[in-house]
């Protein structure tokens, strides 16, 4: 199965696989779910931005402002092409938490059919991050609209059995993700989808965990907007996107105000620019546009299909490992069914923090507690597990020192 | 000098004297703007025949809009709807080259003058100002452009 | 003069400078104002982080989560002991922009004392930047709050005669610039300080155009709130900074809801973390704090106080230069008491992108138009100016550069 | 092997056996989160005559978080509102020092065994997260700490 992916050549371009771990181990880097690493080729583009076209963009008409422009823009086309969208129905933030407040805020400001407002109806899951719950929440609170979800069942699916009450001609947004970040689930979005739409309501998908994982195209989709975060791709912090059907981006109202956003202004009265320029306020976070297009690249030259597959491979390979440990529970989907690359689980007596803290000793980094999703931790009445998650970086061996942490993490409780 | 080659002597010419500026008087007037400098433009016309008639534009900005909507509106003025789409869409197509093409002269009279703005991105909308301004009056009036 | 600072070494820092402009001239970069360039050192900081320490901060036991969290909290330290402050009243943001927009929600969405509601009033002025205006603008309108505002003078200072009347009782929150970012001149805050406090306003100081160019402390400077951006100061895009006092921070409301800024999470509802956490919603823009901290150790090394003497220096030169040349007229304040290194001015007949345009032709990058300071302009009569801001790497043979090019601007238009 | 001195054979004793769980009681009762891992405490006291009283505290947690609270609540059950506080700030200070120092014993009894914990920055919070409700439950009794 190794002829895949050639994890060897791609791990020689993470720098921070050539450090040593505590006591000399080497990394096992499973978390990426919380955040990738960054092959050289990103921290390059980035550095090359700033040391042959840094300027503030669309501003100035010397040549580094119109090269930075090129570099800023051309990011942009990158992007839309990576998802299946229009250029300019790609807004960059600073995260998809920024890109999901934009449209939480966007849709109370936004007057007309679009303005969520008292009595209507906003709809989320149980299996939400808390960036796509709180926005949803707030909003819900700020404006007199009614906060729904759908309950989600022991495997980590959602539970479809009510969907027309959830879903009703009331309801004006749907925001779901496309796979747990807690339990690595993916939802049947197909049907809710349908459903957001049937009755007029605009569906928006959380693709933090799909996009740097699986190709994703948001015209097959059928969705109105996407939003992911750069730095889960192999991209720098502080970038993330926003894409959004041209004919809603061009309705909203702007999220923040400032520069570069505006069509005229007064000490009264400002009007606005389209979008997606509306949405970008202020000098862009352009170093970090131009680091995300270099992610994509990397992505794509590897190709996402095989990374993809090749993560299901090594999920497939651990969820077995850890059914021969005693003690050791998978929590959510058992086997390769409606999931992607990430692995939760708990060890009976144990603490995740702890197993956490005795598998850092092997060189294994996990990540353990709520995983920002807290409504989903309680819901299956646990209060954290311990979570791995694949990347296009990790091979069979890092797979076998996770397995062997986690055994380790229950002997050295167990055994005193 | 590279700059020569954005600064044709047309284009000054144009920018010192420009045509059909003065007061826009037309029921319908569009009101356009370069966020990015402040250049303004306001422009009226009217389709009278299938052919645009009475344009008339004021404005503030640099060399390059000026000059282009007053190479613009003596391109169309007088024109059918369908010759003024035809080079409406070659001189867009020009801008947006990058340098390269050339653009046909044949087309766009004096505004091959403005072939040059399109290696300088920071100017295309300059140049382009005028002509969407146009192109919106246009429409409003009812032409298909 | 040569000797306040060693331009020379600065700019073998700096790898902007090593590559030919249009017509193998040099780069004459005067557009600082608008976004700095980088060092080397700044580079490596971000490329540092992520080669040896990266991983989401605050979620993880293992150990380069350890790690990532002590460069991101070490930053916070940094940027707080740079302008006097303590760290846990530091917010990282994106952008000043994003600060501003902040301040403005918060204060809205903020029950009790802080709150800005129907008939409060919020105080600008006629110098501000659209990003320290239009977010007042629409909180206002979205609140029924009144905005009033200072006049500006013909030479760029602000009119404080009717200073009784501008901030009265009903008066919640004054928003000034530290510096013009068009003209340069440094508005007369100390009364308006005082003026607000004595009602109890708060006052929130742009710190955008000072921060990077002196020495700044709020303590001594007895305001409320500063904004600021990195990338104006030698740092990465993507970075910005709030500073608050601790005890407003404590009893703001969040602007971004998300992970890592919550307390508690149920579906229905959520409580919040302490600031300045509250306010970092998501995995933060690591990388550019830890580059951020990087430049401003740059810049204290080089010293504050000198930057701002030779920047001062530049611009003697510059003023005199300019006026000796015909038609040229300088905007703003004429001489060097209260102003900056930023100089507008305009050439009699033409137009500033053209003027920009010839200079761009000399090697020289300066900002032309309305600086996203358009009401300013419009007050001024024009429809925008010609910029020229200096900063650490510009030297005495950058004025001979940049004279000669506003000069062959002239005579290239006046010749045809 | 490193994380010995972080797992001690007290803390693990504690955490298997902690003293002074049960149901809190009192009218004022505190309630402290963890909000990076999700872990809680409740703990409630008295102050009788200047002194730390019916100390009771129940919660979910890591082996570091219980046998905090568990050697904590020994510590300073019955002692002197003053006492308690040099205890706490003694521990806080250990806590603190990224294993810069190695804390007083005579002060921190057992609590000295979560001397290692201050290498791991991460934990430092679970240690901690009783300690800080104990002060917080003690100030609203309205001891000066
Ligand atoms: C005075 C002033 N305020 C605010 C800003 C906005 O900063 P940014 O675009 O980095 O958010 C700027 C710079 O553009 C500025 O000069
Ligand atoms: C499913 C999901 N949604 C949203 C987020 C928030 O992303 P960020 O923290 O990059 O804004 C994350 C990651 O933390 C996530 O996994």
Redesign the pocket.
């Known amino acids: 199965m190794n002829s895949i992916l050639d994890v060897a050549a791609i791990k020689r371009d993470f720098p921070i696989f050539s450090q040593e771990m505590r006591g000399g181990k080497r990394l096992v880097f499973l978390d990426s779910g919380a955040t990738s690493q960054k092959p050289i080729q990103v921290m390059d583009a980035e550095r090359n931005f700033y040391s042959t076209n840094n300027a503030a963009v669309h501003r100035g008409s010397y040549l580094l402002a119109e090269r930075a422009s090129e570099a800023f823009e051309g990011a942009r086309d990158r992007v839309a092409q990576f998802i299946g969208a229009q250029s300019h129905e790609i807004v960059f933030t600073k995260s998809a938490t920024e890109s999901l407040n934009l449209l939480a805020v966007s849709l109370e400001r936004t007057t007309g059919s679009l303005q969520v407002s008292e009595g209507d109806e906003i709809v989320v899951s149980e299996l939400e991050h808390h960036a796509n719950l709180i926005p949803w929440q707030e909003l819900a609170k700020r404006t007199g609209a009614v906060l729904k979800w759908f309950e989600m069942n022991e495997d980590g699916s959602l539970n479809l059995s009510k969907i027309d009450q959830i879903i009703t001609s009331k309801c004006k947004v749907v925001a779901i993700t496309h796979q747990s970040n807690v339990l690595g689930s993916v939802p049947d979005i197909a049907p809710i989808i349908a459903a957001a739409h049937a009755v007029g309501a605009l569906f928006v998908l959380d693709g933090c965990q799909s996009v740097p994982h699986q190709p994703v195209n948001v015209q097959a989709l059928d969705v109105d907007f996407l939003v992911f975060s750069g730095h889960k791709a192999l991209g720098p912090t502080g970038i993330g996107v926003l894409w959004g059907r041209q004919e809603l981006l061009s309705q909203m109202e702007p999220f923040l105000y400032?520069?570069s956003m505006i069509e005229t202004v007064t000490m009264t009265d400002s009007t606005w620019a389209e979008a997606p320029k509306r949405f970008e306020a202020?000098?862009p976070n352009m170093a970090q546009a131009v680091g995300l297009a270099a992610a994509l690249d990397y992505l794509d030259v590897v190709g996402l299909s095989k990374i993809h597959q090749w993560e299901l491979h090594l999920t497939n390979l651990a969820l077995k490992g850890l059914k021969e440990i005693d003690g050791v529970k998978v929590i959510g989907p058992q086997g390769l069914e409606n999931r992607g690359g990430v692995i939760s689980f708990t060890i009976a007596g144990l603490h995740p923090h702890d197993i956490g803290q005795v598998m850092d000793q092997y060189g294994v980094a996990v990540r353990t507690g709520h995983h920002c999703a807290w409504p989903l931790i309680r819901k299956l009445g646990l209060t954290g597990t311990t979570r791995a998650s694949f990347y296009l970086y990790n091979d069979e061996s890092d797979v076998e020192v996770f397995l062997e942490s986690v055994a380790g993490a229950r002997d050295y409780f167990g055994n005193r | 000098m590279e700059l020569d080659s954005l600064y044709q002597e047309v284009i000054l010419d144009h920018y010192k004297k420009p045509h059909h500026k003065g007061l826009p008087v037309g029921e319908l007037q569009v009101h356009h703007v370069n966020p990015n400098c402040g250049d303004e433009i306001t422009l009226s016309l009217a389709i009278k025949n299938g052919k645009v008639e009475d344009l008339i534009w004021d404005g503030v900005g640099c060399s390059i809009s000026q000059a282009s909507a007053s190479i613009m509106s003596d391109l169309v003025s007088g024109k059918s709807v369908e010759s003024a789409r035809v080079v409406l869409q070659e001189f867009t197509e020009l801008m947006q080259s990058k340098g390269t093409i050339s653009g046909d002269e044949e087309i766009l009279e004096d505004a091959i003058a403005l072939a040059g703005v399109s290696k300088f991105p920071a100017r295309v909308k300059c140049a382009l100002l005028s002509w969407m301004a146009f192109k919106d009056a246009a429409i409003q009036n009812g032409a298909e452009l």
Do not use: L, R, S
């Open positions: 400032g520069g202020g000098v």
